[in-house]
Nanobody, 126 residues
């Protein structure tokens, strides 16, 4: 199984930017895709973006298209989430998950062979 560690969260004003990192370790050869999810207080965990290690193919949730950018550094086994034009509704704990398949439903992570990191808190003030 692949272990992931998220970092880079913090407090930012609306309109600001943050860059999150997700470092993978373990059997990374089995993880074709790295995913970002987020969970706001009182809400379900939702899909944000996913990137394929081999090709760099990316999928974004509609809510973040044009504002968030996913990138990867294969040598460092690290994926980044650049978040621009942040809004208060982006406030959430952000998680990454490494999986052999691309998914958009958080409930499928464990059944697809993945596991969650501890998450990193992003707070956007108005």
């Amino acid at each position: 199984q692949v272990q992931v560690v998220e970092s880079g969260g913090g407090l930012v004003q609306a309109g600001g930017s943050l860059r999150l990192s997700c470092a993978a370790s373990g059997r990374t050869s089995s993880s074709g895709y790295m995913h970002w999810f987020r969970q706001a207080p009182g809400k379900d965990r939702e899909f944000v973006a996913a990137i394929r290690w081999s090709t760099g193919t990316i999928n974004y949730a509609d809510s973040v298209k044009g504002r968030f950018t996913v990138s990867r550094d294969n040598a460092k086994k690290t994926v980044y989430l650049q978040m621009n034009s942040l809004q208060p509704e982006d406030t959430a704990v952000y998680y990454c998950a490494a999986l052999p398949v691309a998914i958009t439903r958080a409930t499928m992570v464990t059944s697809s062979g993945g596991s969650w990191g501890q998450g990193t808190q992003v707070t956007v003030s108005s």
